[in-house]
């Protein structure tokens, strides 16, 4: 059973910077891509990034390129999220997401991800 935490979130200023880590257990964490989603209350959980087993290709929704950066470390079992030029509207809690990498065509939709962390707070003020 793959498990994930996720560390990192906190209240920053708009403009700022955080950096979400997320850390990978239970299965050998190259096998799997690794995804961010995020969600404010009474709203649908939104694709962030993605990224393959190794790293070969990276995704990101419109509203995070060129401000967000996905990666991971295998040698650590840890996916990353860095967050710059942080807005109001990135205010969410952000969740990891990993699925068995199978070269999917649509790693955005929510239903592919079959494994879930808990979640962190990001609150950027304005």
């Known amino acids: 059973q793959v498990q994930l935490v996720e560390s990192g979130g906190g209240l920053v200023q708009a403009g700022g910077s955080l950096k979400l880590s997320c850390a990978f257990s239970?299965?050998?964490?190259?096998?799997?891509?690794m995804a961010w989603f995020r969600q404010v209350p009474g709203k649908e959980r939104d694709f962030v990034a993605a990224?393959?087993?190794?790293?070969?290709?990276?995704y990101y929704s419109d509203s995070v390129q060129g401000r967000f950066a996905i990666s991971r470390d295998n040698a650590k079992n840890t996916v990353y999220l860095q967050m710059n030029s942080l807005k109001p509207e990135d205010t969410a809690v952000y969740y990891c997401?990993?699925?068995?990498?199978?070269?999917?065509?649509?790693?955005?939709?929510?239903?592919?991800?079959?494994?879930w962390g808990q979640g962190t707070q990001v609150t950027v003020s304005s």
């Open positions: 239970g299965r050998t964490f190259s096998d799997y891509a």
């Open positions: 997401a990993s699925v068995y990498e199978g070269y999917y065509s649509d790693y955005t939709k929510l239903s592919l991800w079959d494994y």
């Open positions: 990224i393959t087993r190794t790293s070969g290709y990276t």
